[in-house]
């Protein structure tokens, strides 16, 4: 094997601007984000999706019933994160968390804060806080944080 | 081997921006079609296979992971199929092969393209290290190529826009095509601007987005449905830039061609084949395909185009339904082509249908003109 130090090497970066179309029923779901509200799509079968869902991967079927779901919830599981990292949305202490929120069959993964890890439990109820500025984005909901 | 028909084509209105649907949307509303169309529950679909191209256009790493919930996916196998712009072609074909192999009755088959949230141009010409910026799409890469096929048989420069007018005149009869350009000619053609010289604007695809579907199934499966029965298909390869390559008239097609004409039974194809849906994204690829596929010799193709034998009522129709040139969402420009061929042959193609269409062929081609998919379907099994 030759020495690699001595093979040439250069730095490679590829950018693109892209745009992205939510269509109608994710579109329904992040502006009603920006309204403090958090909706869900309903199956034939009764069962509903939050994140809302533009296809049922059970029964195949395009989504069209909406529903508000929220903004209590149950933690369904949880991961505790003591340090939080430079990239990390919350600079204290925290937990990635699946919440099935109320009227929800599914999780959505979000964050809970100002807690303490002993506090926190999977079946933990948990309601959403929003953010001061809404911007149509998941991170409207700041987090979670444990019901009083 | 297990014989296998097309019953169930579905495409979605193609157009410049679908912002009415995500992503998913669209690969939807082409499989909703499909699935009408060939009158089938999700229960029957064995396997799905997806195909587009190079993830980098829309920015979407592995889509069939996003889209496995639109596609029907869950709890099915599924399959990503990429071979640049040949995919739609190519997906056709491993679709097929799905079930000629007999090991999936019924499959479905969707590829896509939304190249308004795309990138597509730049994303197939990166600034890399140590290499000049080719700073060119498609039609920069494949611009010289033509300017080739011109030099060496002498064809005269109206053959360019006599192909893309005829392709838009097409277009004008399928509701479905992106562009509609009323009153399209020659001279409308000739006079818009030079893109890649020879090449000019209206002799160039459009950017489309848009979603094709098919419903594949085995002879058992097909009941009393309409069915476009697959009597040929195949893929070919060769590489981007090998010495020697003839990328005017790439072996690969050649080969390709006389690969699925054997499996037909089709000795003289201009004679045998009643209609084409041929992939020409730039006029002049239709003179040059119809000798690289057999439909005449070496330095005739022109002579064909120049004598209308591809319009909708010559000899060998051409891109009965507009063509790449007028709808192009990259990933399922070919599968539209193999589609619309098993639509002719269905009876189904409405004001673009090729009187008593029987036997059609659908063809796709991608790369640097490298990869090859082809099919004939038949509307007797015989």
């Known amino acids: 094997m030759s020495d690699s130090k001595d093979l040439l090497r250069a730095p490679f970066e590829l950018a693109y601007n892209y745009k992205r179309s939510n269509g109608p029923i994710m579109s329904k779901f992040f502006e009603a984000l920006g309204e403090q509200k958090i909706l869900g799509t309903k199956s034939s079968t009764g069962k509903v999706f939050s994140p809302a869902a533009e296809f049922d991967p059970e029964t195949h079927e395009s989504l069209k019933e909406i529903v508000e779901v929220g903004p209590g919830g149950a933690v369904e599981s949880f991961s505790w994160i003591e340090t939080p990292q430079h990239h990390h949305l919350i600079k204290e202490p925290f937990a990635f968390a699946l919440i099935k929120l109320d009227g929800a069959d599914t999780c959505m993964l979000h964050m809970v804060a100002n807690c303490n890890e002993a506090d926190l439990s999977i079946g933990s109820r948990v309601t959403a806080n929003w953010s001061e500025v809404q911007e149509q984005r998941i991170t409207d909901i700041k987090f979670f944080t444990l019901e009083k | ?382």
Request: net charge negative; aromatic share 8%.
């Open chain 2, 1 to 382: 081997m297990i014989q296998a028909g097309v019953i169930g084509v579905g495409q979605t209105k193609y157009d410049a921006k679908r912002r009415d649907v995500s992503m998913a949307g669209l690969v939807r509303e082409a499989i909703d079609n499909a699935m009408l169309s060939a009158n089938l529950d999700w229960d029957a679909v064995d396997a799905v296979i997806l195909g587009k191209a190079p993830d980098m256009f829309e920015g979407v790493i592995m889509p069939e992971l996003y889209l496995a919930d639109a596609i029907g996916a869950v709890g099915k196998p599924v399959l990503r199929v990429h071979t640049a712009g040949s995919v739609g072609g190519s997906t056709a074909v491993i679709a097929a092969s799905h079930v000629c192999s007999g090991q999936f009755k019924t499959v479905l088959t969707v590829t896509f393209e939304k190249q308004s949230e795309s990138n597509a141009t730049w994303a197939l010409s990166p600034r890399y290290p140590y290499s000049p910026h080719i700073n060119a799409g498609a039609g920069g890469y494949f611009a010289p190529f033509i300017r080739e096929y011109i030099r060496r048989y002498e064809a005269p420069e109206h053959i360019g826009w006599k192909v893309a007018a005829k392709d838009r005149q097409n277009a004008l009869k399928n509701p479905l095509a992106h562009l509609h350009i009323p009153g399209i000619d020659e001279k409308m053609v000739s006079d818009t601007p030079m893109l890649w010289e020879p090449l000019r604007y209206l002799e160039s695809c459009p950017s489309s987005d848009g979603a094709c579907a098919m419903v594949i199934t085995a002879k058992d499966q097909v009941g009393s449905r309409n069915v476009a029965w697959i009597k040929g298909m195949a893929v070919r390869s060769e590489g981007t830039l090998s010495a020697g390559r003839d990328e005017v008239n790439p072996q690969a097609g050649i080969d390709c061609a006389k690969d699925i004409y054997n499996q037909a039974g089709i000795t003289n194809p201009f004679n045998e084949i009643d209609c084409a849906e041929i992939y020409v994204p730039f006029s002049w690829y239709e003179p040059m395909w119809l000798e690289n596929l057999g439909f005449c010799d070496l330095g005739e193709g022109w002579k064909l185009t120049d004598k209308d034998a591809t319009a909708i009522d010559g000899e060998i129709p051409f891109n009965m339904s507009g063509g790449v040139l007028s709808s192009n969402p990259i990933g399922a420009s070919g599968m539209i082509r193999f589609g619309e061929a098993a639509l002719q042959v269905m009876g189904l193609a409405e004001d673009h249908q090729v009187e008593d269409a029987k036997v059609a062929m659908g063809h796709a081609y991608g790369g640097a003109a490298q990869f090859f998919a082809m099919w004939i379907v038949s509307s007797s099994l015989d």
